[in-house]
Nanobody, 126 residues
Framework: QVQLVESGGGSVQAGGSLRLSCAAS????????IGWFRQAPGREREGVAS????????LYAEFVKGRLIVSQDNGKNTEYLEMDSLKPEDSGMYYC???????????????????WGQGTQVTVSS
């Protein structure tokens, strides 16, 4: 069993930046990908980015390309999502998730991820 805890959300003005963290504990072996997703009220959960444990970022959503950094601290079992040039449409609940499916390496879809954190809220005001 793995536990994921996100933090770092909050309120920010448009154009600002945020750094979200995802701390993992428990069973952390055999993950194929670690993903970041977001969900705004009334909308489906959508993928933001994913990364291979110990490797390079794999997949990015088009709406964040050029303004996002995904990184990890393996010693702390923590993943980071840094976003800048934030827009009001970036608002939502942000989740991290892990997958044991090989499909998660090329498909940034919530359906491919098994375990989820509780989320951290991001609100961007104009």
């Amino acid at each position: 069993q793995v536990q994921l805890v996100e933090s770092g959300g909050g309120s920010v003005q448009a154009g600002g930046s945020l750094r979200l963290s995802c701390a993992a504990s428990g069973w952390t072996v055999n993950w194929s990908a670690i993903g970041w997703f977001r969900q705004a009220p009334g909308r489906e959960r959508e993928g933001v980015a994913s990364i291979v444990p110990g490797g390079d970022p794999l997949l990015y959503a088009e709406f964040v390309k050029g303004r996002l950094i995904v990184s990890q601290d393996n010693g702390k079992n923590t993943e980071y999502l840094e976003m800048d040039s934030l827009k009001p449409e970036d608002s939502g609940m942000y989740y991290c998730a892990v997958s044991t499916s090989v499909r998660a390496k090329w498909r940034l879809s919530a359906a491919e991820f098994d375990d989820w954190g509780q989320g951290t809220q991001v609100t961007v005001s104009s």
